[in-house]
């Protein structure tokens, strides 16, 4: 979602760390160039205003012009103000509550509200532990209950039995009933909406407000749509009040202007990321580890957390130790590990998680590794002997013309996916350099701990 932002930004740190020395007419000059590029974003103009006052303010003291690295200096003062802008620090749900904890979820129509009612309540299932009830008060959009209801059966949740004529206000009374009766720990209310905010979807809203009384309003706004997403938090707070945001389509090709100005615009909390379409997509909003993919510097704990959860251990450790040799690897490895990376997002995902790595972002292209053709690859891979995946150098012609007609495709994409293993065995090599640092081993560490 950043790649624009965080390549704009990188050139201009990379320019400032290249010079020895700093004067003041520099890091102004730095300055009006972030300015532009976080305007670019589509932040919003009051937000960059005083973001940049507050950097240059810190910049331009005396320690930094002529600190030993000035270049870095700058760049952890940029990195600490947009923690401090983005909100200093996660914040969790308020469940330390008599059961059960009312979630009502909100929202324009298209913003993902049903699906992210759906990934809250396989996380709090699955992370915290909590038995939650799902219940949708949609009584206008064609077969929203019945969506809510089939996703809950995806991801092992209850859901209120649907009953035809009852309007949102009956629903969530007996929403209410049955999780008390029901022994539920958590309900999740998921709310009817609008494809624009009017006074009718504000009243019914309120409506249920005043009966749930819930201890969490989660608003659910798409950060595609830039800074509409920060004016429909700003209508929702006046009208219902709300406790956190939910930013969803975070991995879409947007600018990220509204993760950028929703907290210090709206004063609320984003609480939690929608980073795909999966029932588990759901990511935990950590302004730190977010500020430092946008500077290029990686989110190696969210990294090692998804790892964590995602891999299998033995696979994982094989990885790691692949990772820090640097070691060439085989087409079994490559098959392996596009399994596993699956598993975790994809590698273009992993990239930005790793300190320094978002420039590869453009090898990963030229290596055409494209998620909707792992399958085809596989297959490719399925089709080589047992010698053939062990030895790249066997593929002649012949042989690529009798595995392309065993996977069924074309010699061009046999063709494709050896370039696609030989530039991935270029960048195990750089990969491996960081495992210099510790990286790899710690997360073999942890998966070691997962028995």
Excluded: W
């Excluded at 331009?60 to 030993?68: E, L, W, Y």
């Excluded at 958590?186 to 749930?212: F, S």
């Excluded at 596009?338 to 290596?367: H, V």
Aim: glycine share 10%.
């Amino acid at each position: 979602m950043f790649d624009s932002l965080s390549s704009k930004l990188g050139g201009i740190f990379d320019r400032l760390k290249g010079r020895g020395a700093l004067s003041e007419s520099d890091v102004a000059e730095a300055m009006r160039e972030v300015r532009v590029a976080l305007l670019e974003a589509d932040v919003a103009l009051p937000v960059v205003k005083d973001f940049v006052a507050k950097v240059k303010e810190r910049a331009i003291g005396q320690d930094v012009i002529r600190s030993v690295t000035p270049g870095q200096q700058v760049v952890k003062i940029v990195h600490d103000n947009l923690v401090e802008l983005l909100g200093t620090q996660a914040e969790g749900l308020n469940l330390a509550v008599v059961p059960p904890a009312v979630i009502m979820m909100l929202g324009l129509q298209g913003s993902g509200k049903t699906t992210t009612s759906a990934k809250l309540a396989k996380r709090l299932q699955e992370v915290d532990r909590k038995k939650v009830l799902l219940a949708s008060l949609d009584v206008r959009r064609p077969a929203a209950q019945e969506q809510l209801a089939v996703l809950a059966q995806q991801i092992g949740a209850a859901s209120l039995p649907i009953i035809a004529g009852q309007d949102p206000a009956s629903i969530t009374r007996r929403a209410m009933e049955a999780a008390r009766l029901g022994g539920y720990d958590v309900l999740i209310l998921d709310t009817a909406g609008r494809l624009a905010i009017d006074d009718e979807l504000m009243a019914e809203a309120a409506c249920v407000r005043d009966i749930a009384k819930p201890h969490e309003s989660l608003l659910v706004v798409d950060a595609m749509t830039g800074q509409d997403a920060v004016n429909t938090a700003q209508h929702f707070e006046e009208k219902i009040g709300v406790t956190g945001i939910v930013l969803t389509r975070i991995d879409g090709d947007a600018r990220g202007g509204a993760a950028l100005s929703m907290r210090a615009v709206t004063g609320k909390p984003i609480k939690f990321l929608g980073v795909g379409e999966k029932t588990d997509a759901l990511e935990v909003y950590h302004p730190d580890r977010l500020a430092g993919r946008i500077l290029g510097m990686g989110d190696v704990v969210s990294l090692v957390e998804k790892a964590a959860a995602t891999m299998d251990q033995d696979v994982a450790e094989d990885m790691a130790k692949k990772f820090i040799s640097g070691k060439a690897f085989d087409f079994d490895d490559l098959a392996k590990q596009m399994q596993q990376m699956r598993k975790m997002g994809g590698m273009s995902a992993m990239m930005t998680m790793l300190p320094g790595l978002g420039k590869l972002k453009d090898q990963m292209k030229n290596a055409a590794i494209d998620e909707k053709q792992i399958k085809r690859q596989e297959a490719i891979i399925h089709s080589m002997t047992k010698a053939e995946r062990k030895n790249v150098d066997l593929l002649a012609a012949s042989r690529k013309r009798r595995i392309a007609k065993g996977a069924g495709v074309e010699v061009s994409e046999v063709n494709r996916l050896i370039k696609q293993f030989l530039e991935m065995q270029k960048m195990m090599k750089q990969l491996g350099r960081l495992g210099k640092t510790g990286f790899m081993r710690s997360m073999a560490g942890m998966m070691g701990g997962r028995r």
